[in-house]
């Protein structure tokens, strides 16, 4: 079999719109199938690190995703009661130790970014109303079933549609689903709305015993962006987009130093919500015939480590990558898991233990935990990561576009 003609996606997130540009830019034909009726992130910020940021400049976004975002500033981690200031990062060193800034945008303008070049690459890729229901694959295709009744037939299928995923169901079954007895609650409140000892420094964490309190700001400082995760034991439903009242939030964090609790209680109403966090252990395998898993779907994690959407965007590239090199979709497989699966599922499970770092603290004594630029996590690059060797001389692929050929001379400048 030569290389795929057709490949479709399911999930319109960040993981599967990265994926549809990079194989876009490799020379491929991308169907993308979104549940929604309209390609609609949550109002909330998303954290993007060098690591990630390496793709989205090669793909050509970044510097869009950069501009929107404005510069990230010092990272300070305080106190949960006293606001004390228990470290500082500066974090204005990155594009010289690793290669590309730090970033932090809202996520509809970063979902806004990828849509538009994948759209400006293929106007008629992207299928909105198509919630996937359950695929059939042969040694010739699989065919992809939606509950509006309707089927479409590829090559191969790549499974983008997030941690409760229907086609990592479908694929290697339903595994066990965990209640974390974590909930989180996030929010964007306009900059006007923040107390002034908080806007002093905006990029901040507040860790406390078993809950911790995020905030920074998005778009040049006009909005500021609060995340909190905290454990609770009363089961909480999963999904981003549970309303939630400022009351429930304070109850959790009344011991909470006094400015930040003023920034909770200047959350305008309606624009709060909470969720339950899930866990799921790490796959063993990323693929399966002619399906592959990314992103979300392939390696759900929890938040404290803040990359999920990086290792989706880094899961991207390197599978775009995959099938720029590879001489069939079997080959593009085994090079994209061996390349991602020990990096994602070790990040995975990084993130589970990292909660009981930063909400460890103890009245008395803090430890912020190990920064994450420390634990090396920053100095990936998905755009140049080795690939193994491929086994057999690489076919030239049906379809190998000139972009093809760019891509491949562009990579090897890098
Ligand atoms: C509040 C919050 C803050 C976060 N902050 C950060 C951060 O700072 N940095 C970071 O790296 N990560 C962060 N994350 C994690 C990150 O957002 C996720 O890891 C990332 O969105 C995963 O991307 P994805 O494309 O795999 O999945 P998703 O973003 O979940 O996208 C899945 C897509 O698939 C669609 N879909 C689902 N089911 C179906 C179906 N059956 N058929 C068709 N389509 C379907 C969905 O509608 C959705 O569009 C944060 C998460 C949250 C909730």
Redesign the pocket.
């Known amino acids: 079999m030569d290389h795929p003609a057709r490949i479709s996606i399911?999930?319109?997130?960040?993981?599967?719109l990265t994926a549809a540009l990079a194989l876009q830019y490799f020379g491929y034909r991308v169907s993308v199938?979104?549940?929604?009726r309209e390609l609609r992130e949550?109002g909330?910020?998303?954290?993007?690190?060098p690591n990630?940021m390496h793709a989205l400049n090669f793909l050509g976004v970044g510097e869009r995703v950069a501009a929107q975002g404005g510069p990230a500033g010092p990272y300070v981690t305080r106190h949960f009661q006293t606001g004390e200031v228990l470290r500082i990062r500066v974090g204005n060193d990155y594009v010289e130790r690793f290669g590309a800034a730090y970033h932090q945008v809202h996520?509809v303008d970063l979902q806004t970014a990828l849509a538009s070049t994948v759209r400006r690459n293929d106007p008629d890729c992207v299928f909105l109303d198509?919630?996937?229901?359950a695929f059939t694959q042969d040694s010739e295709r699989v065919v992809a079933r939606?509950t509006n009744g309707k089927t479409f037939a590829s090559d191969v299928l790549i499974g983008?549609?997030?941690?409760?995923?229907?086609v990592r169901a479908h694929v290697f079954g339903d595994d066990l689903v965990n209640y974390t007895g974590q909930v989180?609650f996030?929010a964007l409140l306009p900059m006007t709305n923040v107390p002034p000892s908080i806007q002093e420094h905006p990029f901040a964490m507040f860790i406390g015993p078993n809950r911790f309190l995020l905030h920074y700001p998005l778009r040049h400082r006009t909005i500021m962006n609060v995340?909190a995760v905290g454990r609770e034991p009363a089961w909480q439903e999963e999904g981003?987009r549970i309303p939630a009242t400022v009351e429930e939030f304070t109850n959790l964090y009344s011991d909470l130093y006094p400015a930040a609790l003023q920034l909770i209680r200047a959350i305008p109403p309606g624009t709060l919500f909470k969720w339950g966090l899930r866990d799921r252990e790490p796959l063993q395998q990323y693929c399966k015939g002619r399906v592959v898993m990314?992103?979300?779907?392939a390696h759900p994690?929890t938040?404290f480590l803040?990359?999920?959407?990086?290792?989706?965007i880094e899961d991207a590239m390197v599978l775009g990558r995959a099938f720029g090199t590879a001489g069939t979709f079997q080959e593009a497989f085994s090079l994209y898991e061996s390349a991602r699966k020990e990096r994602a599922n070790g990040v995975q499970l990084a993130s589970r233990r990292q909660a009981d770092e930063i909400q460890g603290v103890t009245a008395r004594g803090a430890n912020p935990g190990a920064d994450p630029v420390d634990r090396g996590l920053y100095s990936y690059n998905p755009v140049t990561v080795p690939l193994a060797v491929s086994p057999r001389v690489p076919a030239l692929p049906r379809g190998y576009s000139r972009s093809c050929q760019i891509a491949k001379s562009k990579l090897g400048d890098r």
């Open positions: 399911v999930g319109g997130g960040i993981g599967g199938f979104e549940q929604a949550i909330a910020g998303v954290a993007i690190s990630a996520r198509h919630c996937f229901e939606f983008c549609d997030g941690g409760a995923s229907k989180a996030r995340i981003w990314l992103g979300d779907a994690m938040p803040g990359q999920g959407a990086c290792m989706a």
